[in-house]
């Protein structure tokens, strides 16, 4: 009787450890589904992105009779550069339009040969834009004269800026703006911050476009730094 309810609980057991196993499996199967599915879905954006999309409106005509805007009223073409003339001729212009990254608006992109790294830069900090890409957090603007920082997280799993730490001096770095330039960086110094550190935010580049990028370290503890400049 005894060894009768021994095996049952034994087998319960192991029902129980059998059905864990399975079920942190799958959990891990699919977090790792979802994270390649992102990271694959980033590249393909970085691979594709051209800069802003440029809509041009031309054969506009301007001021003819009974639909000509006044003053007051709103003009569709007071955001759109270009041209334009008065009376009955027509007008020339073009307008900007920002691409957007699941929901996101974006700055430009990022790629980092060395650790894989391919994402749009986002352009405003949030907690959302946070988790779905790296973000611009203060600066001059990407491939502008200046300092421009860049953050991302560190998950310790490979996505984002996980991999900054395996990052070093001489490593290159692409960034391409809105215009859809790109430039080259090459990281030049390598250190930690606290978190409340912005001191080397602002410095002389002598005249050059420079990126920082940071990230946290792995046990959260400051933030690791990369300043690059451009070649």
Do not use: W
């Amino acid at each position: 009787m005894f060894e009768s309810k021994y095996n049952k609980l034994l087998t319960i057991i192991l029902v129980v450890v059998i059905v864990s196993i399975i079920g942190l499996l799958g959990f891990l199967g699919y977090n790792y589904f979802v994270e390649s599915n992102s990271t694959q879905e980033a590249a393909d954006f970085v691979d594709n992105y051209t800069g802003d999309e440029v809509a041009t409106d031309s054969g506009i005509p301007s001021n003819q009779g009974t639909n000509s805007t006044s003053d007051n009223d709103n003009n569709p073409l007071d955001e759109i550069e270009g041209t334009s003339s008065s009376g009955n001729s027509t007008s020339t212009a073009t307008s900007r339009v920002k691409k957007k990254y699941q929901g996101y608006t974006v700055a430009g992109t990022i790629k980092i040969p060395k650790t894989n790294v391919s994402y749009p830069i986002l352009e405003k900090l949030s907690n959302g834009s946070l988790e779905k890409s790296v973000v611009l957090l203060y600066g001059a603007g990407l491939n502008q004269v200046g300092n421009t920082v860049i953050i991302g997280h560190n998950y310790r799993n490979g996505q984002f800026f996980s991999n900054n730490k395996k990052l070093s001096s001489g490593d290159k770095i692409y960034i391409t703006d809105y215009e859809g330039k790109q430039k080259t960086y090459k990281i030049y110094k390598k250190f930690q911050a606290t978190p409340e550190d912005t001191s080397f935010y602002q410095r002389d580049t002598n005249g050059k476009a420079e990126i920082t990028l940071s990230t946290c370290t792995d046990d959260s503890s400051a933030r690791l730094i990369l300043l690059a400049r451009e070649e």
